[in-house]
C-alpha cells in the first residue's frame, strides 16, 4: 500500500458524461501528479500539482481539468467524454517539487466510456 | 523531448533464473533519475528501484540491481533468482528535476515479464 487513495476504483458512463476523480496524497506529501494509461497512449503524464498551484501540465485535452484543494486532495474532471478517454488513470504523490523525489503510485481509477 | 524505449514487449523466465529487462533513453537533460516500476495484474503501479544520474554506482535492492550506462544513455533491470511473484509488465521511467520537465514522469512502452515455474 503505496498510501495513496483514488476513488472511485472503476467508473462506467456514457458519451457526454463529465466524471470527477479524487485522489489523496500520502500524508506529508505536497505534490500530486495525474497519468494516464491507455493502450494506444501508454502511460502519460497529464498535470501536477504542488501545494495547491498548478506546477507542470502533459498532454491534458482541453476537456480535462484538475485542482488541489487546502487540504491536498486533487481532482480530475473529465468532460464531454469520448470513447477514447477510456482508461486508467493514475495518481502520484511526492513529498516536494522541484527535487528528485519518487512518486508513489495511487490503485488507479479504472474509466470505461460506453 | 526526452523519449524512454523498451525493445522487449515481452519475456519469460524460469522461477530461479535470472533475466535483464532493457531500456534505453533520450534526453539532453543535465539533472534526472531512472526507475523501473512494476506493474501486477492488479494495475498497481510499484517502484522497483531507481537510479541518480550523477551516481556511477548502479542501484541494487534485495534481487534487483540496474546497469546504468550514462554515456549510452541504457538503464537494464536485472532481476535475479526470479520468482512468481515478479509476473508483472515492468515500466523505465525517466524524471528530470532543476528544469521546465521537472516531476514529469516520462515512461516507456513496458516489458510484460512472465515467470515460469
Known amino acids: 500500500d503505496s498510501g495513496v487513495t483514488q476513488t472511485p476504483k472503476h467508473l462506467i458512463t456514457a458519451t457526454g458524461q463529465r466524471v470527477t476523480l479524487r485522489c489523496s496524497p500520502r500524508?506529508?506529501?505536497?505534490?500530486v501528479y495525474w497519468y494516464q494509461q491507455s493502450l494506444d497512449q501508454g502511460l502519460q503524464f497529464l498535470i501536477q500539482y504542488y501545494n495547491g498551484e498548478e506546477r507542470a501540465k502533459g498532454n491534458i485535452l482541453e476537456r480535462f481539468s484538475a485542482q488541489q484543494f487546502p487540504d491536498l486532495h486533487s481532482e480530475l474532471n473529465l468532460s464531454s467524454l469520448e470513447l477514447g478517454d477510456s482508461a486508467l488513470y493514475f495518481c502520484?504523490?511526492?513529498?516536494?517539487?522541484?527535487?528528485?523525489?519518487?512518486?508513489?503510485f495511487g490503485p488507479g481509477t479504472r474509466l470505461t466510456v460506453l | 523531448a526526452q523519449t524512454v524505449t523498451q525493445s522487449q514487449p515481452e519475456m519469460s523466465v524460469q522461477e530461479a533464473e535470472t533475466v535483464t529487462l532493457s531500456c534505453t533513453y533520450d534526453?539532453?537533460?543535465?539533472?534526472?533519475?531512472l526507475f523501473w516500476y512494476k506493474q501486477p495484474p492488479s494495475r498497481q503501479m510499484i517502484l522497483v528501484i531507481r537510479?541518480?544520474?550523477?551516481?556511477?554506482q548502479n542501484a541494487t535492492e534485495n534481487r534487483f540491481s540496474v546497469n546504468f550506462q550514462k554515456a549510452a544513455k541504457s538503464f537494464s533491470l536485472k532481476i535475479s533468482d526470479s520468482q512468481l511473484g515478479d509476473t508483472a509488465m515492468y515500466f523505465c521511467?525517466?524524471?528530470?528535476?532543476?528544469?521546465?520537465?521537472?516531476?514529469?514522469?516520462?515512461f516507456g512502452q513496458g516489458t510484460t515479464l512472465q515467470v515460469k515455474p
Open positions: 534526453t539532453s537533460e543535465n539533472n534526472y533519475y
Open positions: 521511467a525517466f524524471m528530470a528535476f532543476r528544469s521546465s520537465n521537472t516531476g514529469k514522469l516520462i
Open positions: 500524508s506529508g506529501d505536497l505534490s
Open positions: 537510479q541518480e544520474a550523477y551516481k556511477q
Open positions: 502520484a504523490s511526492s513529498a516536494t517539487w522541484g527535487g528528485p523525489d519518487t512518486q508513489y
